[in-house]
Each structure stands twice: as structure tokens, then as C-alpha cells.
T-cell receptor, first 114, second 115 residues
Framework: DGGITQSPKYLFRKEGQNVTLSCEQN?????MYWYRQDPGQGLRLIYY???????QKGDIAEGYSVSREKKESFPLTVTSAQKNPTAFYLC?????????????FGSGTRLTVV | AQSVTQLGSHVSVSEGALVLLRCNYS??????LFWYVQYPNQGLQLLLK??????LVKGINGFEAEFKKSETSFHLTKPSAHMSDAAEYFC?????????????FGTGTKLQVIP
């Protein structure tokens, strides 16, 4: 079955460390997204990519970086510049950019600073 | 700018009772509207969506929602709650923002089902 795979499910980061969250999809979707979820705040967009080798900042991109070298993959790096990285991170994809398409989400990565 | 308001961060219903989760939006242009469900430590799953046409839309697991333009609402309902419906529900709005389809999520409503 097609879907989105996020790994790892749980990740612990030390102060000053960069960590990379993996997101892979086999849905043949063009558009991919990274969201951050904090309790009571809903989902906030970090980065999105509509096509390979292109990506755009979302609402809270500071302290994060991404790449889109393959259609299937959209990894997110949480850098040491992100001062409050503890959160639940969700990767999503859409078939296209049309507003009628809903998202398919991965199962998330919970990042904790130790 | 668009926004989504979900009234009530926590809602409790008895098993077998009506479920009503409220969503109101503000948008200067006609929106596309979505409801998603999230179980603990999992991603979100699409329940249903309104794009055009019939304003009453049916989704998975017996849920439905009605788009009411005059009230700028898209409330989610289910006639009879089941224990397995306990989860967090998110309303989302998509509108065209400078050629990009911007999605705005509400802050979520946690549904508790009491046996």
C-alpha cells in the first residue's frame, strides 16, 4: 500500500546538535510538506516543496532546513539555531497543488531536547 | 487572511450520543474545507472534505459535515458516538494565496467518549 514513512518515531537531541528527520513517500505525489505540532496550537507549516529541487519557507522556517533531491524524499534538519525544537513533527504530501486535494500524513516523529 | 476557529478544545459525549464538533472560518474568498482525525501519537487522517457542489458531505466512520456559507461554518457531526471515535479532530481551510493553495488548521478539538 502507498503511504508516507517517517523515521525515527522518537528522537532525542542534545543542546547544540543538528538532527535530521526522514520522510519518504511512495504515492507519486508532487507536493510535500513539513508541519510542527505543539499542544493547543494546531499545525504550523515549516517548509513545503511543490517539485523536485525546489522548496519554499512556511510560517516558522527559522532554525530548520530541507532538501528535495528526489520526488520520494523530503528530509527535515532541525539545526542548533532552533531554540525550542521539542515538538511532534509531521510530514505530509498532496497529489497536486490544487486546493481540492487533501493531505496524506505520515505517523510523525516526536523530537525531544535532552 | 484566513483563520479557522474550533469552539471547544475538549468535548465529552456519552457512547451512543450525538457528536457535534464546531468549526467556523473566515475567508475573503470561497474556501475548500476539510476535517481530519488524529489518534494519539499518529498522523492526521482525512475524514471528509467540501470543495464544490452538495453542501452536506459524508466521510468515513459515519461522520458528516455541512457547509453553511451564511454562517461561515463547517460543523462535524455523527449521530451516535462510538468508543473508537475518541481522538483529536482538526478543521482545515484551503484558500488561494498569491497562486499558492494555503492551508490553515484549527487548533483541534479532543473528543472524549464516555461509556
Amino acid at each position: 500500500d502507498g503511504g508516507i514513512t517517517q523515521s525515527p518515531k522518537y528522537l532525542f537531541r542534545k543542546e547544540g546538535q543538528n538532527v535530521t528527520l526522514s520522510c519518504e513517500q511512495n504515492l507519486n505525489h508532487d507536493a510535500m510538506y513539513w508541519y510542527r505540532q505543539d499542544p493547543g496550537q494546531g499545525l504550523r507549516l515549516i517548509y513545503y516543496s511543490q517539485i523536485v529541487n525546489d522548496f519554499q519557507k512556511g510560517d516558522i522556517a527559522e532554525g530548520y532546513s530541507v532538501s528535495r533531491e528526489k520526488k520520494e524524499s523530503f528530509p527535515l534538519t532541525v539545526t542548533s539555531a532552533q531554540k525550542n525544537p521539542t515538538a511532534f513533527y509531521l510530514c505530509a504530501s498532496r497529489m497536486g497543488q490544487g486546493g481540492t486535494y487533501g493531505y496524506t500524513f505520515g505517523s510523525g516523529t516526536r523530537l525531544t531536547v535532552v | 487572511a484566513q483563520s479557522v476557529t474550533q469552539l471547544g478544545s475538549h468535548v465529552s459525549v456519552s457512547e451512543g450520543a450525538l457528536v457535534l464538533l464546531r468549526c467556523n472560518y473566515s475567508s475573503s474568498v470561497p474556501p475548500y474545507l476539510f476535517w481530519y482525525v488524529q489518534y494519539p501519537n499518529q498522523g492526521l487522517q482525512l475524514l471528509l472534505k467540501y470543495t464544490t457542489g452538495a453542501t452536506l458531505v459524508k466521510g468515513i466512520n459515519g461522520f458528516e459535515a455541512e457547509f453553511k456559507k451564511s454562517e461561515t461554518s463547517f460543523h462535524l457531526t455523527k449521530p451516535s458516538a462510538h468508543m473508537s471515535d475518541a481522538a483529536e479532530y482538526f478543521c482545515a481551510v484551503t484558500t488561494n494565496s498569491g497562486g499558492y493553495q494555503k492551508v490553515t488548521f484549527g487548533t483541534g478539538t479532543k473528543l472524549q467518549v464516555i461509556p
